[in-house]
Structures are given as C-alpha cells and as structure tokens.
C-alpha cells in the first residue's frame, strides 16, 4: 500500500500563491504516476496535473494550464503542485493521487485552498 499526506495550503487572496505537497510513503517503489485532482462545494472531482514518477511527464487541465506546475523530488517521495496567480475559483479541496500497477490508485485524504477575491 502507499500512504499519502497533503500539506501546504490555506487562504490566500486572488493573484497570490501556494505550494501543495504530497509525500508518500509505504511501497512507493512501485508508483508510477502521481497526479492531483480537485473538489469544488457542490462540483464532481476534477483532475488538475499528472507527473510520471520519473519527471518526464507532465499534463494539465487547461483551467490552470500557465499558472500551475507539478514537480517532484524522488529523493524525498513528495510531488509539489506550485500555484501562481489564484483565483477564486481554485478554491477547492486539493488532493494527490498516486498510481501503482494495474490500474491501482491511492488517495490522500485531502487538503482545502481558499482564494478571496
């Protein structure tokens, strides 16, 4: 199994920043993907960034495509979701996700961003 925690976020005002990490821990060997996803009040969950464990990939939804970057340090287990120019409508309940053969998926239990306007 693979544990994950989130940290790093809070309120901020619109145009401000945050960093959200993700460190993982457990048979973390066997990652080979991790990704964040969000959840607006009253919204379905929506991906955000995706990273392959080996750094060389990297996507994103086009609602943060320019203002948010996924990274990830190996040595330590961590994905960071770096986030730029924020809007109100980032506000939401952040969480990692990370991907293990087949087709297995754990879940971190979740962080909230609030940005005001």
Not at 34 to 39: L, N
Not at 50 to 65: E, F, H, L, P, R
Not at 84 to 112: F, H, M
């Amino acid at each position: 199994q693979v544990q994950l925690v989130e940290s790093g976020g809070g309120l901020v005002q619109a145009g401000g920043s945050l960093r959200l990490s993700c460190a993982a821990s457990g048979r973390t060997f066997s990652m080979y993907v991790m990704d964040w996803f969000r959840q607006a009040p009253g919204k379905e969950r929506e991906f955000v960034a995706t990273i392959s464990w080996s750094g060389d990939n990297t996507a994103y939804a086009d609602s943060v495509k320019g203002r948010f970057t996924i990274s990830r340090d190996g040595a330590k287990n961590t994905v960071y979701l770096q986030m730029n120019s924020l809007k109100p409508e980032d506000t939401a309940v952040y969480y990692c996700r990370a991907g293990v053969p087949v087709s297995v998926y754990y879940w971190g239990q979740g962080i909230q961003v609030t940005v005001s306007s």
